[in-house]
């Protein structure tokens, strides 16, 4: 069977952005892959994060992957943290890794752009590699991501051709990123040129936000002065973005989504509508988010994740081990 990998950082409130860019894709791999889920916790520390926000992130995040379907005898769930091997292959792989080609990501040149010059910590400069060894360490086939990440994994796509290479055997195996045809990218709802993120404010919608809340951010979403709904990313983005939403939550295609709307020239008609579909869905979340985030499932879910985990993730550091002359293995 081939496998799946991915994982998010819990560094604040799942937006939208999160679910339907990367979130909501995780528990449709779980029928046709072996699939792997974590919560990169590590990587939310290459930003200053305070301890209990971390921790209560991380607990959130974990009842947010069971409240959107993943099914932990389907998929194996687990923290970051709980598997040493990725900072024991991330130790090996940074060798193989450039300083031009990581100061070249998009990412690492958005968030570092607004802090002191001077105190860019090395871990937020070398996050790519922490991500290829999560992604290596389990053999994975396909790494399911929005947009932005994608560069990234094209990135681990280059370290496994460079490592391969070099020991003339294929050591690692080549991962391929799957990016959703529609929702890689939602955007504010404010400013709708700006992606919708976890760091963001009033043009967010949180997934544990209150409907009411969330509707009325719909209905005042930025759009232009037209009355007509159509995808136009250029001269419409607002209604674009809109309209994108609806389109990933119906499971349909864009332009099955124009259709619909087509004798529709009111925008708060158009709004309305994609208000109900996401209120629809994000109160299902919650529902079992509620019934999930006190329960002792949390902790039962992680401790066998980490096992299973642990257990595929030796079995490769010691393949790589050996290949790179590490004594003893
Ligand atoms: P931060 O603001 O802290 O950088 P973020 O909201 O960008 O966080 P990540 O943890 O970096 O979230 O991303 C988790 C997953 O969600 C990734 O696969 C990412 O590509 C996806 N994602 C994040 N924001 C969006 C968005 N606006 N639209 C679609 N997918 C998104
Ligand atoms: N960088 C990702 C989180 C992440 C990830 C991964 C995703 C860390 N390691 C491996 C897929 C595969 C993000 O969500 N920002």
Redesign the pocket.
Known sequence: MKKSL?G??P??KL?L??Y???LRNFPKMQEEYENYIFVADLHALTLPIDPDYLRNNTRDLVALYLACGLDPKKTTIFLQSDVSEHSELNAIIQNYLYMGELSRMTQFKAKSASLNQNAIGLGLFAYPVLMCADILLYDADVVP?????KQHVELCRDLVHRFNTRYKKEIFKMPEPIVPSV?????SLTDPTK?????GEKGDIYLLEDLTSIRKKIMRAETDLGSDIYFDKENKPGISNLLTIYASLKDISIKEAEEHFKDLHRYGDFKKEVADVVCEEIAKIQQKYNEIINSNLIDEVLKEGKEKAKSIAKMVLTRVQKAVGIYGK
């Open positions: 991915s998010i950082k560094t604040g937006t952005g999160n339907i860019g990367a991501v929005g947009e932005d990440q929702g890689a990218r939602i955007m992606k919708m993120s976890k760091s």
